[in-house]
């Protein structure tokens, strides 16, 4: 089965006029959409399916709405709606996946063109791999959740999983305010958020009577998290200030109720959740992988699969990283060798060169400011260069904002994403600006790219020419392979010809998501413990030991989530390697990129189908 060559010609034409606008509105998007199949044929039948699919998975999460800036006409009702995560909540959304599950298996692909039949599979993909997880008792299953869907996790709530931790930075960036209406929505979501907390309060304790209990190092980060809001004065959360500023000079004194709301609703339901945890933290161990917990073994094989979306072993994956670190390694040498540092292993030259005070930004919030303006330069500096990279384009549509300090302690050093399918809402590069220490000038422009552009938020806005279920669905190994790809692009487009520590930087980064592979499989499948972990970034890759003990502590709430990024990305070279091989000089660089993502955010298994229709086109 392959993409028709009819399909892939007609989105490249709808991107090229789509480029030369400031962004992708949804009439346009509207004007390329293909006619309904005529009623009764099975074409016809697959379309009320997905549209179903479509409209459960954004009552279900409808957050989803806002982040892709749909919460209007058909959805306007989501706007002031939140996920339902009380254990009753999530049973409801578990039963009604199986039984779409089942509806999709019923359906005779032999009879859909390529594109439908392409459409259903990947989207049956991500409904077993849900369906899957629903089996264990515990945990929170986000594969179906667009806004979360990169992580897994065995534990309702942790460091960095849970209401607490989601809801006020989504409120703030995604949850758009015009209106007063939209306004008195964001009121209910607050009223909601509480309810959020209580019921995942229930799921704690649920989940702690099976033994279910987050390792202590791991408790003690989320209930000092949470201590700290309760600790500072209700008008200084997140939450209550991003309403309060963005009503100002709007009638309904929104400021007042917002507090009010907080106050009354929000910080009691903290309170319980906190006594929750603080109930079975005296049974907490320190544990690192979730080998310890009820079928253990059995849910990170699960994990792992869901993440990589391949059939790799954790032994597999753990070999994998340990001998593509020794080939990175080889690479940087050479590089270390050139500036001075010529003693000890590479690991040990890296520690060196992150305490060179040429590559450090300064203290407090100094450092702070240089590390904002330095990305912005980055980002002005390859915005001019994707033209070499692509012939499709699209804007690039983001802005750059730091974590909510309230959660930034258990955040992870930047994370990003493209903003909403109608283009009012840009993509997020968001920072950790906890200490500057976090980030280097050698490499914070590798982070940049990683994130932004040609990062997460470019390819972002690709999906969103795809059909609506398939933006709303993400694959971890596509995602995360894509944005280490991007790195690589931003290499090969010459970013650091006059700067070969930056090029450093680089490498470090792809041979600190090898020592992923080895790092979450090591947790998980062979039992280290928390300093293993650790001690493997320091003394193997040259990590700053600050920025790999959170990473540790993700890897122990997100199991299998850190594996997708270099096995995605490994993926993506083999098959680039694939087309270079089979089409010799009629291979294009530009055309090759456009293939990989304008055919969508799929499983790796599928990515290889769509770069096979790429190669049959590009041999006619």
Known sequence: MTISRRSLLQNSTAFVVLAALPACGKEKAADTAAAPAPAGTPAANVEGLMKETTDFILNAYPESASSFGIDSEEYAALKSKLTDRSPAGQAKI?????????????????????????????????????????????????????????????????????????????????????????????????????????????????????????PDFLMAKTLGQMHGAQGAETADWSIVKSLAGRTEGMEGDYAAKALAIAEEEIRPALQRQIDALEGFAPQANSNAGIWDIPQGEEYYAWALAASTTTTMTPDEVHEMGREELKALHAEMDPILRSIGYTEGSVGARMTALAED???????????????????????????????????????????????????????????????????????????????????????????????????????????????????????????????????QIADELGVYDDFPVGRLGYLQSLAFRACRLVVDTGLHAKRWTRQQGVDWFVNENGSNPEEVASEVDRYCSWPGQACGYKVGHTAINRLRQKTQAELGDAYDFRRFNDAVVLGGNVPMTVLGRVIDDHIAREKM
Not at 195 to 206: H, K, N, P, Y
Not at 359 to 368: H, N, P, T
């Open 94 to 214: 578990a039963e009604k996946t199986r039984a779409l599950l089942a509806k999709m298996n019923e359906v005779d692909t032999s009879t859909l063109s390529d594109d439908e039949a392409l459409n259903l599979d990947v989207v049956r993909t991500v409904f077993e791999r849900t369906s899957e997880g629903f089996d264990y008792p515990y945990g929170d299953v986000a594969l179906l959740n667009s806004n979360w869907s990169y992580r897994n996790a065995p534990y309702t709530v942790a460091q960095n999983i849970g209401s607490f931790v989601e809801i006020p930075s989504f409120l703030d960036s995604a949850h758009s305010i015009e209106t007063p209406e939209d306004a008195d929505a964001y009121l209910e979501r607050m009223s909601a958020y509480a309810g959020q907390l209580d019921g995942e309060t229930e799921r704690v304790i649920a989940e702690g009577n099976q033994g279910v209990i987050l």
């Open 357 to 487: 005070p040429r590559y450090q930004f300064s203290d407090g919030d100094e450092g702070r400011q240089e590390i904002m303006d330095f990305i912005h330069a980055t980002l002005e500096d390859i915005r001019g260069r994707m033209p070499d990279a692509f012939e499709t384009l699209v804007p690039g549509f983001l802005e750059v904002t730091r974590i909510p300090v309230e959660v930034e302690a258990g955040a992870p050093g930047a994370y990003g994403g493209a903003g909403s399918i109608d283009g009012k809402q840009p993509g997020h590069f968001w920072i950790n600006l906890r200490t500057p220490k976090l980030h280097s000038k050698y490499s914070l422009m590798d982070l940049t790219y990683h994130e932004a552009i040609p990062g997460h938020v470019w390819q972002g806005e690709y999906a969103f020419k795809q059909p609506l279920i398939r933006s709303l669905l993400a694959f971890n190994a596509y995602s995360e392979g894509w944005a280490l790809y991007a790195e």
